[in-house]
Antibody, heavy 120, light 107 residues
Framework: QVQLQESGPGLVKPSETLSLTCAVS?????????WGWVRQHPGKGLEWIGT???????YYNPSLKSRVTISVDTSKNQFSLKLSSVTAADTAVYYC?????????????WGQGTLVSVSS | DIQMTQSPSTLSASVGDRVTITCRAS??????LAWYQQKPGKAPKLLIY???TLESGVPSRFSGSGSGTEFTLTISSLQPDDFATYYC?????????FGQGTNVESK
């Protein structure tokens, strides 16, 4: 059974960098699939942040591209999100997910999500 | 960019009702459309992909249809567990877009 688990600070100061990691179990990232991040502002809808392939190919939402970096560590079977220069508008629940490109699906498996608040 | 518009934003229904949610794309997207169910405090759950294919384990009362620019998610007989928010999602060229969501609430 594929499982994803987000981890990282729940509180980040304005102007600093948000850093989250998604640990994957039950499937080797190196075996394929694309992996990515989705966020949800409190009480709002879902927003794609970015995507990575195990070879390091990355794709980002144009609205966030200048501040986002997604990386992968196949030795630890995990991938990470960095979002720089955060403001209160980046307060959200952050989900990691496995994409299924054949189906065009952003998430056939999801982490449970982690709330990140931006506040001084 | 392709915009996805769901309607209605909120739907009030009773157990046993037939429920239909619509998702419209700003341009043709063939059948590159998925539907998710999300409950409060939980991650989205995949229901349907490629517009009409039911994900494994999803009850058969859920169905999807459509192609091009107009798509529907239908729940044939609403069950207590189905009160939730539903999102459509489009994929194109390494980019994903969601509809704004439809909250199905108890009448």
């Amino acid at each position: 059974q594929v499982q994803l688990q987000e981890s990282g600070p729940g509180l980040v100061k304005p102007s600093e960098t948000l850093s989250l990691t998604c640990a994957v179990s039950g499937y080797s990232i190196s075996s394929g699939y694309y992996w990515g991040w989705v966020r949800q502002h409190p009480g709002k809808g879902l927003e794609w942040i970015g995507t990575i392939f195990h070879r390091g190919n990355t794709y980002y939402n144009p609205s966030l591209k200048s501040r986002v970096t997604i990386s992968v560590d196949t030795s630890k079977n995990q991938f990470s999100l960095k979002l720089s220069s955060v403001t209160a508008a980046d307060t959200a629940v952050y989900y990691c997910a496995r994409h299924n490109m054949i189906w065009g699906v952003i998430g056939d498996y999801w982490g449970q999500g982690t709330l990140v608040s931006v506040s001084s | 960019d392709i915009q996805m518009t769901q309607s209605p934003s909120t739907l009030s229904a009773s157990v046993g009702d037939r429920v239909t949610i619509t998702c419209r794309a700003s341009q043709s997207i063939s059948t590159w459309l998925a539907w998710y169910q999300q409950k409060p405090g939980k991650a989205p759950k995949l229901l349907i992909y490629k517009a009409s294919t039911l994900e494994s384990g999803v009850p058969s009362r859920f169905s999807g249809s459509g192609s091009g620019t107009e798509f529907t998610l239908t729940i044939s007989s609403l069950q207590p567990d189905d009160f939730a928010t539903y999102y459509c999602q489009h994929y194109s060229s390494y980019s994903w877009t969601f509809g704004q969501g439809t909250n199905v609430e108890s009448k």
